[in-house]
């Protein structure tokens, strides 16, 4: 069957999301990942994995939606940054459209390290407006199967690494380039900024660690190990997606909150 919204006819498309009322929406950024992977390396990867789980779990997938938090990584070629009022104003309205065709809910998956702190911020923001849909966002691999995966062969750099170009060798091989990777392996964080201590916190953490833009060792990658964290990724996603298709607590916690609300204006 089929789940994404672009391939949809209306009639399917109505049915579907009568029966669900759950849409997902794919969110990654585009940003460097190295010399070796796409810009779109997050958003490809998020995409492909939401598609899986949501043929397994049914709801309706939204297009990749590539506008992402990635301030961190703006000094870098390719990437696409935008102010942060215009950010949330542009997340704001998509979600408002997802949901007048139809949706009770919404579910943002995303494939980007760099906007996990923005989705929470922006989900807590949301209910300074009444809506008649309850948001919910998660990581498109982290915890679960894929984290417990016994496959790597080095140790987890977090961006551009064995990992994540396995990932990308998965879903869309003939992007990577793993002859344009020249930066001496393993690649280590430089950390210039430790003398600050650890509670001293600067929004060039990222980029003091990671001046490339890629970690620990790409060369290790294959498809094969990107085939087998897919599958774990999707499965894990499916769960969540189950959970929050059944999820009642969410909506009563809303709507009970928007009461309070009023109850303090008056």
């Known amino acids: 069957m089929e789940v994404r919204w672009d391939y949809l006819t209306p009639p399917d498309f109505e049915k579907l999301a009568k029966k669900e009322e ?17 810009f779109g390396t997050d958003g490809l990867v998020c995409h492909d994995i939401c598609v899986r789980a949501a043929q397994k779990e049914k709801c309706v997938v ?3 939606y590539w506008f992402g938090q990635v301030h961190e990584a703006a000094c870098f070629t390719g990437a696409i940054n935008f102010k ?17 065709n139809g949706f009770k809910k919404i579910l943002i998956v995303s494939g980007h390290g760099g906007n996990t702190n923005f989705l929470q911020y922006f989900a807590m923001s949301q209910l300074d407006r009444e809506v008649d849909y309850t948001l919910y966002s998660c990581f498109a691999y982290g915890d679960g199967r ?15 690494d064995e990992r994540e170009t396995s990932l990308v060798m998965a879903v869309t091989p003939d992007s ?10 393993r690649i280590m964080p430089k950390c210039e900024l430790a003398e600050l201590g650890s509670r001293v916190y600067t929004g060039l953490w990222w980029y003091d660690k990671w001046p490339k833009n890629v970690t620990g060792e790409p060369s290790a990658a294959t498809k094969e190990k990107g085939e087998v964290a897919i599958l774990a990724a999707v499965d894990d ?7 929050v298709k059944k999820d009642t607590v ?3 916690l809303q709507q009970e909150f928007y009461g309070k609300i009023k109850e303090k204006v008056k």
């Not at 759950?22 to 796409?38: A, F, N, S, T, V």
């Not at 942060?84 to 949901?99: G, K």
């Not at 996603?237 to 959970?243: C, D, F, G, H, S």
């Open 22 to 38: 759950l849409c997902i929406l794919p969110i990654g950024c585009l940003e460097r990942h190295g010399d070796h992977l796409p």
């Open 62 to 64: 939204f297009p990749t």
């Open 84 to 100: 942060t009022d215009l950010l949330c104003n542009m997340l704001e309205q998509l979600l408002d459209q997802i949901a007048s």
């Open 146 to 160: 894929f984290a417990n995966l016994d496959i790597w062969d080095t140790e987890r750099g977090g961006h551009a």
């Open 176 to 185: 990577v380039k793993l002859e344009y990777q020249k930066v001496p392996e």
């Open 237 to 243: 996603l499916a769960e969540i997606i189950a959970n």
């Open 250 to 252: 969410v909506p009563r």
